[in-house]
């Protein structure tokens, strides 16, 4: 069974930077379309980065796009998040996730079967 931990989050200044971490066990992440999700208080959990199981290729929701990149590392089975120039509005719980599917259009968390617990990030001066 596949397990993700998350780590990383933190607060932060507004226009500061973050990397979240998340480790997978149980299985290679190159079998596995991999992403990044967040949930704020009161909203639905939006996806916000992917990088497809094969090929590699990345998606961003529109809002992050240009400060935030998704990677991995699949020697160490670790995928990463690094958010630069963060906003109050990026304030949320981020959880990553794994999928065997691949993802079209929109990242839509009911694709992804697994899922980490989570790791909170708040943007405050």
């Known amino acids: 069974q596949l397990q993700l931990v998350e780590s990383g989050g933190g607060l932060v200044q507004p226009g500061g930077s973050l990397r979240l971490s998340c480790v997978v066990s149980g299985s290679s992440l190159n079998e596995y379309t991999i992403g990044w999700f967040r949930q704020a208080p009161g909203k639905e959990r939006e996806g916000v980065s992917a990088?497809?199981?094969?090929?590699?290729?990345?998606r961003y929701v529109d809002s992050v796009k240009g400060r935030f990149t998704i990677s991995r590392d699949t020697a160490k089975n670790i995928m990463y998040l690094r958010m630069n120039s963060l906003k109050p509005e990026d304030t949320a719980t981020y959880y990553c996730?794994?999928?065997?599917?691949?993802?079209?259009?929109?990242?839509?968390?009911?694709?992804?079967?697994?899922w980490g617990q989570g790791t909170q990030v708040t943007v405050s001066s």
């Open positions: 996730a794994a999928t065997r599917a691949f993802v079209i259009g929109t990242i839509d968390p009911r694709t992804f079967s697994s």
């Open positions: 990088i497809q199981r094969t090929g590699g290729i990345t």
